[in-house]
């Protein structure tokens, strides 16, 4: 199975469909509630797009380059940015779009609980702490651990400062919309990781055996390519939530404007 075929199959394909349901939601007058109407929607997806491209380049490079992860030459265009063939690219892009659509349609249906008036600042902090645990965990790993480590301590080194800037940011408000943010996560996981089997049981790409744990969640599928998706989707659910939220630019001027509060008090009084 060719890469772009792949992405035909299962990327655009589901992604055209959740289009169309979006399309069809806002005939029927079903819209986005009133608390996550910051930005538009459709900005909000192109921009975790270009994000993701940004953050991911250099070190999807690095995977293919440490030969970590491969693609079956002769099922690519052959234009390689990089180490990285094209269609690799074109996912970074995909995917955002595919999650933070999913996303749209779980928000039109599922309610979120009411605000309760409490930042939940101790509660983020302890979040926030946790992953930060994981973190300097996956750099040990990383640094001292085995080759059969490798993959998965790249994943989680590099995914989790952003989540953990999400949860201290806005912890409470991921918190109030859970319900769609969890439904979001678990089914575009367990989607894009059956997908996955698929490709690389089909020859597209393969994971190497020697700088993996050796667990499989479904046949074909390493465990680290089922975390992988776990953690990226978190992001862009996350990401997402947060771009759109209300509330989430309050506090982002709050804080903005709380460091030029003191400059000024400083130096301008």
Known sequence: MRYFG?????VIVPLAVLRVLLWWDRRRGRTMPAELTHWP????????????????????????ASKIWGYDRNLVAGIRLG??????????????????SLLQVMARRIE???????????????VTAGLGGAWALSLF???????????????TSWALPPIMLQ????????????????????????????ADSHAIEAGTWHISRKKTLGLNVIPKL???????????????????????SKESEQRLSGFLRA???????????
Not at 6 to 10: E, M, T
Not at 83 to 89: R, S
Not at 223 to 228: R, S
Request: glycine content about 6%; charged content about 15%.
């Open 83 to 100: 180490w990285v063939p094209a269609e690799e690219y074109a996912f970074f892009v995909l995917q955002p779009l595919l999650t933070g």
């Open 41 to 64: 929607e459709e900005k909000a997806l192109l921009a975790h797009a270009v994000v993701a491209v940004a953050y991911t380049t250099i070190w999807d490079n690095y995977l293919v």
């Open 222 to 244: 390493p465990i680290e390519e089922f975390v992988f998706f776990c953690l990226t989707n978190t992001l862009l659910a996350f990401g997402v939530t947060l771009v759109l």
């Open 112 to 126: 979120a609980d009411p605000p309760t008036g409490n930042a939940m600042r101790v509660e983020r902090a302890g």
């Open 141 to 155: 790993g990383l640094a001292r651990g085995g080759p059969r480590l490798r993959y998965m301590t790249l994943i």
């Open 259 to 269: 460091p030029y509060a003191r400059f000024r008090s400083r130096y301008l009084s």
């Open 167 to 194: 949860t201290a940011f806005g912890g409470d408000i991921l918190w109030r919309h859970r319900k769609m943010i969890a439904r979001t996560i678990i089914s575009a996981s367990l989607y894009l990781s059956a």
């Open 6 to 10: 792949f992405l035909a199959r299962f």
